[in-house]
């Protein structure tokens, strides 16, 4: 069975540093993979996303990942972050296209604070 | 582009009543949409999966006869909890999936339930 874990709960930065965010993933084949990013209170919204090709994506909101294969690793990143940037990050997953099914399975998250 | 909405943002209703949650995507067809819960810091939990005109299917553990769950057309959805009790109480989202959008699941503002 698929499954995704964050093995990072909290993270506490300072604005304008540097942020990384790990995901990994257990899966029988490539799957797509999706970084969201969630406000208290509110739904999900989409970052990124990884299906096929070049393995480093960009995303809205200046985040950007990398896929790498042989670690099963999809990891978030942003340069320099911002206040506005506080918020729960969720790692998924995805059979890819022609796959049976198509339910995302969901990293634990994991909650980004920032110092001013 | 890829947007879903959700009715109402928030609910409180008494024990034994029924709540209905309206999803709707509003510039695609969604084909496929799914409902979450989600409790406090935690990771989203999948309930079922809605195919426009067919029955949903529901994880495992989550009751079909609580938890009735409509598809009727290609942009709404709809979530009936029925005699909630308090421990219906949480944040319900959901999400939409259509052929057009790569496989990728757009999320509503979420739900927040509560049953006094």
């Known amino acids: 069975a698929q499954s995704v874990t964050q093995p990072d709960i909290h993270i506490t930065v300072s604005e304008g540093a540097s942020l990384e965010l790990r995901c990994n993933y257990s899966?029988?084949?490539?799957?797509?993979l999706f970084w969201y990013v969630q406000s208290p209170g509110q739904g999900l919204q989409l970052l990124l996303k990884?299906?096929?090709?070049?393995?480093l994506v960009q995303g809205i909101k200046g985040f950007e990942a990398e896929f790498k294969r042989s670690q099963s690793s999809f990891n978030l990143r942003k340069p320099s972050v911002h206040w506005s940037d506080a918020a729960e990050y969720f790692c998924?997953?995805?059979?890819?296209?022609?796959?049976?099914?198509?339910?995302?399975?969901f990293g634990g998250g994991t909650r980004v604070l920032v110092k001013p | 582009g890829a947007v879903v909405s959700q009715h109402p943002s928030w609910v409180i209703c008494k024990s034994g009543t029924s709540v209905k949650i309206e999803c709707r995507s509003l510039d695609f067809q969604a084909t496929t949409m799914f409902w979450y819960r989600q409790f406090p810091k935690q990771s989203l939990m999948l309930m079922a999966t809605?195919?426009?005109?067919?029955?949903?299917?529901?994880e495992q553990g989550v009751e079909k006869d609580k938890f009735l769950i409509n598809h009727a057309s290609l942009t709404l959805s709809t979530l009936t909890v029925t005699s909630a009790h308090p421990e219906d109480s949480s944040f319900y989202i959901c999400s939409a999936r259509g052929d057009g959008v790569t496989d990728t699941q757009y999320f509503g503002p979420g739900t927040r339930l509560t049953v006094l």
């Open positions: 899966y029988g084949a490539t799957p797509y």
């Open positions: 990884y299906f096929s090709g070049d393995t």
């Open positions: 809605s195919n426009e005109g067919s029955k949903a299917t529901y």
């Open positions: 998924a997953v995805g059979p890819p296209r022609g796959a049976a099914g198509n339910k995302l399975t």
